[in-house]
């Protein structure tokens, strides 16, 4: 299996357009600090790639990976289509720049798939462009269209969803609940029997979430703040890290407890501007770092 990361920071980005935390500062002062908004590719047969989760940089994030780069027909691409770990804004508005596609494969639950087309009108904009074929992600894996469809992400590699929240976007706030509309994906490569848990949002560590990891080979978790209080002593919101859905990396029920028990390979992505991991002199890196636990960068490659 190989995993290529294109983007480990939160809502916003970093430096985010309109902000001059430390962590913005700090990223338009060094370039080597910015961070695009989290995302991975995912290699599923020799020259075909599906992007887990499609932000609004995802036309840099190709350019900046040669193997996702079209060719060598004028129109040929190896982006063979998108997995969603949510509906939120910052993991599907790149959706509407892939409209120049032939066609388009997403796979996503059924309440993500819903708030896409019902309230963001995903179909009745990108119909008159390009063909969508969706494929519903569950706890069982990616149901193909086809009885005779190749495997979930072709021969590759298998998928398949674990629910981590019932957080809805703003947008479908008054959606009905489910506990589908957050997942972390474990993808499974069967030649190998090797596998890799992303999940880059996540609300509460349940049994199931704690399965998967502990079964996995590498494990690409949450890590958008450092602490619970970290959203209020910055100023960017009156509620707490957990208030906001993400559970905090330090303190009491924080991640890094958790993750520091696991044999796999351990990183945190989902970075938010606010967190003090931004920085790459910042003393959390050393405490990370005597559990085991790693800080995901753009651009690295992970082979399982």
């Known amino acids: 299996m190989l995993l290529r990361v294109l983007g480990t920071a939160a809502g916003g980005g970093i430096p985010q357009w309109n902000c001059a935390c430390p962590g913005c500062s700090g990223a338009r002062a060094h370039c080597v600090r910015r961070r695009r908004h989290a995302s991975l590719a995912v290699r599923a047969d020799e020259g075909r790639w599906y992007l887990v989760n499609a932000t609004p940089d995802i036309g840099d994030q190709i350019e900046a990976h040669p193997v996702l780069h079209p060719g060598p027909g004028p129109r040929q691409t190896p982006v063979a289509g998108v ?29 993500v798939r819903q708030a896409l087309e019902d309230r963001l009108r995903l179909g009745e904009v990108l119909t008159p462009y390009t063909a969508l074929t969706w494929r519903e992600l569950g706890r069982r894996g990616a149901q193909p269209l086809r009885a005779d469809a190749p495997g979930p992400l072709g021969s590759g590699v298998r998928i398949s969803a674990v629910p981590v929240s019932d957080k809805r976007p703003r947008y479908a706030a008054d959606a009905p609940g489910h506990d589908a509309w957050v997942v972390a994906l474990r993808l499974y490569d069967p030649a190998t029997g090797r596998s890799a848990l992303y999940a880059p949002a996540v609300a509460a560590w349940s049994d199931d979430l704690h399965r998967a990891a502990a079964e996995a080979d590498c494990v690409i978790v ?83």
């Open 83 to 111: 997995v969603l770990t949510d509906a939120e804004l910052d993991h599907t508005l790149g959706i509407w720049r892939l409209r120049e596609a032939d066609g388009l494969e997403i796979l996503a639950t059924a309440p």
């Open 222 to 304: 949450d890590g958008t703040f450092w602490d619970d209080e970290e959203p209020r002593r910055t100023g960017i919101s009156a509620r707490t890290a957990t208030g906001m859905g993400h559970l905090p990396i330090d303190g009491p029920g924080g991640t890094a407890d958790i993750l520091a028990t696991l044999s796999a390979r351990c990183l945190y992505t989902h970075l938010n501007n606010t967190n003090p991991l931004v920085d790459p002199a910042a003393p959390q890196h050393k405490q990370l770092a005597r559990l085991g636990i790693e800080v995901a960068d753009d651009g690295m490659v992970i082979e399982l």
